[in-house]
């Protein structure tokens, strides 16, 4: 009897007490927005090989005038998602030989790695006309947060009306799609192996509902997910939720699934969705540091998945 007690005791401590020590081991966020030292916007989330999550994010100026003044890119990584580091800025409009001459228009960008390079992909006008000589840059460089020299842009992508926001995602195998859009189309194609020219010519994603900007796609036990802006409108100012898509393909067609994120006070919204240590993020802006929709702060919160795979509404924090 004696023997059985003390085992028991023994289980009890690894239960009650493994248990407890799980729950204190959970990541727990810092405040948002966590980046206020500058306003930031449009935050596209990696974890890279150095075991660090980075994220991508366009710079909102202030005073602000119209996003017509973001003109620079700033890099920031964590490895705990609490502490973040400022890498500074990467990239700006005065080193894009084909950009505009007034500057200006640098807004939502991403990131990839492949073969020992990393490929930042920027949208960029080329000309006066702004929103009719839209361009997706490519800067390449051998470091995830500095040393990015600007390449070229990439080619045959045809009608450039309003089309912004380039999204990367390279699959398992190692093949490497590109996706944009704006102004409600949203397309996407396979990119060659030099991963800064397309492969074949742009389909349309078939099965979006509301497209209106900001495509992200990730992929999660063999589901693809392509996530996106709506055109959601409240007392006639801009009030974007973020959608979501599912599909067996990581060019579709898209089974519409839903919102996953709600309005976040801002003119625009515009998300990332990442994996980190075993639990899953969803990166965004609000406009809590400014109290104006035009001057953005990067925040992030805890994202869940139900059983079926679809997709539990984020509790903004």
């Known amino acids: 009897m004696r023997n059985l007690s003390l085992s028991l005791a023994i289980a009890s401590i690894f239960l009650f007490g493994g248990c407890q020590n799980s729950k204190q081991q959970e990541v727990v966020l810092g405040p948002n927005p966590f980046i206020k030292h500058i306003y930031t916007a449009d935050p596209s989330a990696h974890v890279w090989g150095d075991g660090r999550l980075y994220v991508y994010a366009s710079h909102d100026i202030d005073p602000p005038r119209g996003c017509d003044l973001m003109d620079r890119y700033h890099v920031f990584s964590t490895d705990d998602m609490v502490n973040w580091t400022d890498h500074g800025e990467i990239l700006n409009s005065s080193q894009v030989p084909w950009g505009r001459e007034e500057g200006g228009f640098m807004w939502a960008p991403d990131c990839a790695y492949k073969n020992g390079t990393y490929y930042f992909y920027f949208p960029h006008p080329s000309g006066d006309d702004w929103n009719n000589t839209w361009k997706v840059g490519v800067a390449t460089s051998k470091y995830p947060a500095k040393d990015f020299e600007v390449k070229g842009y990439i080619e045959d992508l045809g009608d450039a009306f309003a089309m912004i ?41 078939e099965g979006l509902e509301d497209f209106h900007e900001a495509a992200w796609v990730h992929k999660k036990d063999g589901l693809y997910y392509l996530s996106y802006a709506d055109n959601h409108a409240e007392d006639g100012k801009g009030a974007n939720r973020l959608h979501y898509a599912t599909s067996q393909s990581p060019l579709g067609p898209w089974q519409y699934q839903g919102i996953y994120l709600q309005p976040t006070g801002c003119d625009t919204s515009h998300g990332s969705i990442v994996e980190y240590k075993g639990d899953w993020y969803a990166f965004y802006h609000n406009m809590a540091l400014s109290g104006q929709g035009n001057l953005r702060s990067i925040c992030v919160d805890k994202l869940y998945y139900n059983p079926d795979g679809t997709i539990r509404e984020v509790e903004q924090h």
Do not use: H, S
């Open 165 to 205: 926001d380039p999204c990367v995602f390279v699959d398992d195998d190692g093949q490497a799609y590109f996706y944009y859009g704006g102004g409600g189309r949203c397309v996407g194609a396979k990119l060659k192996e030099n991963m800064t020219e397309i492969a074949e010519p742009l389909r349309p994603m």
